[in-house]
C-alpha cells in the first residue's frame, strides 16, 4: 500500500551526493580473514570456542544498508554502512528512485523509478548493487510500490493499485511477466515481504476494519492474519530468517518499533520515544534492527537508526534534515564478508 511515509516523497532538502562504489577489494580481504578463522575453528574443544568469539567479537566490516533518501534530484537510492560510514547515492538522477531492495545473493538492487515516464508514472527496475546496468522490468506505469524479490530468486512480490480503486498484493515473474493478482478487498493492502521459503507475503490491511498485518500463501491465496491488536499497526518486514516479524505501531501512544515471531506470538517493544518510529528491518543473523524516526530531525524529515535486536546501542546513522526511508540490511551473503 501506499506508506504514509510516501507524503515526504516529493518533500526536497539540500544534501550531499557521494558517488564512491563498494569497496569489494575489503570485502574480499576480510573473507580471506574468515576463512582462516574458520579452520581455526573447526581444531579441538576450546581453541574452537576462543576462535569464534574473536570472528563475533571483531566484527570486522559493518552490516550494508539499503534505503531510499531525499535529495535534490528527488527520491534516489543510497547504501551506508551501519555505522554511518561509506554513504553512496547509486541511481544519482533527478526524478523518483526509490522503495529499494536486494536481490538473495545481495548483487542487485530492485527498485522503482519514472525515469522512463513523461508523467512520472512508476515503474519497477533492476541494476546491479553499484548502480551499472540498469534494466527495466515493468512497461506499464502502473503504480508499483515496494518490489520485492523472493529470495528462491523466482517472483517479484508488489503493491499496486493497476486499476483497481486500491493498491492490493500482486506477484509477477522476475522478468515482469505472468501478473498475478494474490488479494482481493476493497481497502489498500500491501508493503509486502517474502517468507523465507519464497511461498508467502506478508502484507499490512485494513481489511478487517483496523490496520493488521497478514500472510497470503501464493500458492492457493490463504490468507492469515498474524496480529490483533487492534491499534495502528503498519510497515511490516519478516526478518530475512524467517523467525521474526517487525513492524510499527500506535498501540503504546505513538508510533514504535515492534518484534514478534513470526506467527505473530511473543511482542516485544523495542522503542519508547515520543518520536514517530517507522519502517524497521531485521538483520540477516537476527542481531540488529534499522528504522527512520523523526526524532530530531527537521519536520517531514526522518533519519536512519540502527539498534540491537532487544533496543539497546542506539546508534543514528544519517544526518541529512531530509527523509531516509525503507532501509533493509544486505542480505546475508554480503553479511558474512
Ligand atoms: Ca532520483
Ligand atoms: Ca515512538
Redesign the pocket.
Known sequence: MVDILAANWYFKHPTKSYSHLFNHAAIMKTLDFLVVLASVACSPSTVSDFATRDALSLDPLPRRILYESITDNGSEVFLINEDGTDRVNVTNRAGYDGMPSWSYAGDEILFVSDRDSDVRARDVYIMRADGTDVRRITTDGAGYSFPKLSPDGTYIGFDASRGLANAQVWIMNSDGDNVTRLTYNDVDEGYVSWSSDSTKLVFDSFRDGSPEIYQVNINDLAVTRLTHFTAHIGDPRMSPSGTQLAFESGMSG???IYVTAADGSNLAQL?D?????RAPAISPDGLRVVFCSDRGAPPEAFELFVMDIDGTRLTKITNTGTSNLYPTFAPQGLLER
Open positions: 505513538n508510533s514504535e522503542t520515544n515520543p518520536a514517530d518510529d
